[in-house]
């Protein structure tokens, strides 16, 4: 039997690197959840859309066709992966994704990519809200310090240098933004597990992950 596997949590916990192994380990098809948020907000920006104006949006987000080209994401056919990381769309991305008009577009083709199961997808409101009856749920968690090194590491590797305050400032207001929206707001589903990652390595958390699928594979 195939499953869904749900893994939300905070900024910078290690979800996408954890999740895309674990995929790949079970073979699965992987799903990062913020990167379409993510590339809607670089929509938005490039064509300096005010998303606080419905009208605008609707009509923007009316043009705005998001896919996959196995972990790449998609815009218009444009390949926008380098794009979606930048500082500028991580101080915009918690806004564009507390409007509800986005949430409901993505969440309704984050449904439609699970119907088949065999997929992991991560985010904040996946155990919650997408795939409320997901076989396997986990909530990633991790202390602010580590999670600020491990995101300057990320943006780092790809090119950009930024100081840790920034970053860590940046992590702390997303964490109250998603926190707090009235749509969906990240918060672990009563049924998830929580893996706190401060002490543990990639490979000692996709263990876990793996270890947990299997066992509910397995039992059924
Ligand atoms: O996982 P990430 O940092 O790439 O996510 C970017 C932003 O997208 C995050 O600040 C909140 C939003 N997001 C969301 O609201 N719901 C999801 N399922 C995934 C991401």
Redesign the pocket.
Known sequence: MKIVIAI?GY?GTG??STAKQVASRLSYTYI???????AITYYLLTHNIDFQNEQELSKSLANCTLSFEGSSILVNNQNVDHEIRTMQVNQN??QV??ISEV?SK?VEQQRKMGEQKGVVM?????GTV?FPDAELKVFMTAEMDIRAERRRKELEKKGMNESLEVIKENLKE?DR??SSRKD?P?KMADDAKEIDTSRLTLNQQIDKIVEMAESIIYAS
Do not use: P
């Open positions: 939300d900024s979800k996408s990062d959840s913020g990167a379409m948020y993510r991305v918690s994704s507390a949430r993505l991560d985010g904040r409101d996946i997408v997303r933004i998603d969906s990240l």
